[in-house]
């Protein structure tokens, strides 16, 4: 089991700058990556950052240049993913997700779980 605990989100101005951090305990051992998503209203949940233990780190294309993705992993402590977000526009208001997700067994055929947070909403208006 894996809890993770949002802060940051809340209301800027279009072109501002917000952080989101996410805490991760528990089996964090056994996190293989850690990311934040997003999900409008009536809409699926689409991914907008991760990065994984091994410091590779994927962007959708909407935030490319503008958002950026760092984590500390740390077997025996909190693993933290944090998301800066910079140049702000309005398209960006939703909710915020955290993920980790936990890989264990063979390498081969590995099994793997997902875990959320709670959400943090992000507002972008003037």
């Known amino acids: 089991q894996v809890d993770l605990v949002e802060s940051g989100g809340g209301l800027v101005q279009p072109g501002g700058s917000l952080r989101l951090s996410c805490e991760a ?15 409008a209203p009536g809409k699926q949940r689409e991914l907008v950052a991760t ?31 944090t998301l800066q977000m910079n140049s702000l526009k309005p398209e960006d208001t939703t909710v915020y997700y955290c993920n980790a997700v936990t890989k264990w067994g063979p390498i081969e055929a590995p099994a793997s779980a997902a875990y959320w947070g709670q959400g943090t909403q992000v507002t972008v208006s003037s």
Do not use: E, L
């Not at 528990?26 to 293989?32: A, E, F, K, L, S």
């Not at 780190?57 to 935030?63: E, F, I, L």
């Open 51 to 81: 990065v994984t233990f091994r410091g590779s780190s994927n962007y959708a294309d909407s935030v490319k240049g503008r958002f950026t993705i760092s984590s500390i992993f740390a077997d025996n402590a909190k693993n933290t993913v």
């Open 25 to 39: 305990s528990g089996r964090v051992r056994y996190i293989d990556a850690m990311g934040w998503y997003r999900q």
